[in-house]
């Protein structure tokens, strides 16, 4: 019953907010979690490469887990922690004592992953990280006033590499955004 009691870690991520705005509320880290587990069931089909489907998602679902000790590092031009790594590093170190030990391991395991991006999975997951804030952001164009295509492009391009589908998908993404204007705001 103790270990099931430590779940309650895990539910605090609800209360994370993020830079982004769901109506007149700040989105969740654990709404983001969900459209992030959206998104990649959707590109699976999109890619060519073989990727493990059930690693991708468990990255996923443990992938913002430190932010209940860090906190949300917004996507933004006039935002940069260049110490966000080593935080979320340490407070990944804090979060698994306080999970249910074989949650804990997996977690510190996929995190580790995620961030190392040595897996083609870990690869395929930060892309779909990468590229659902720009989806959801999308429907706030005037969140995008001092965004260029060139910050975006320097920011998340690299992460689109190693998928040739994503990597046109996000520069067509990044076209049509052009095209509509938000970057002359």
């Known amino acids: 019953m103790d270990d099931l009691l430590k779940f309650e870690i895990v539910n605090k991520l609800k209360s994370v907010y993020r830079d982004a705005n769901v109506g007149d509320r700040k989105e969740s880290s654990a709404e983001?979690?969900?459209?992030?587990?959206?998104?990649?069931?959707?590109?699976?089909?999109?890619?060519?490469?073989?990727?493990?489907?059930?690693?991708?998602?468990?990255?996923?679902?443990?992938?913002?887990?430190?932010?209940?000790?860090?906190?949300?590092?917004?996507?933004?031009?006039?935002?940069?922690?260049?110490?966000?790594?080593?935080?979320?590093?340490?407070?990944?170190?804090?979060?698994?004592?306080?999970?249910?030990?074989h949650t804990g391991d997996k977690f510190i395991k996929l995190f580790n992953e995620f961030e190392e991006m040595k897996t083609i999975e870990a690869k395929f997951a930060k892309a779909i990280d990468q590229m659902d804030s720009l989806v959801y952001e999308y429907n706030f164009k005037y969140r995008w006033k001092g965004w260029s295509k060139e910050f975006i492009i320097k920011k998340k391009e690299k992460y689109f590499k190693p998928f040739p589908k994503l990597l046109r998908i996000f520069h067509d993404f990044l076209d049509l955004t052009e095209k509509e204007g938000y970057y002359d705001q």
């Open 32 to 101: 983001h979690t969900w459209s992030c587990l959206m998104l990649a069931d959707y590109f699976f089909d999109e890619i060519d490469e073989k990727v493990d489907r059930r690693k991708v998602y468990e990255i996923l679902m443990y992938h913002d887990l430190v932010e209940v000790e860090s906190g949300d590092t917004p996507f933004r031009p006039d935002r940069n922690d260049p110490d966000q790594e080593k935080k979320e590093a340490l407070a990944a170190k804090k979060l698994k004592p306080q999970l249910p030990k």
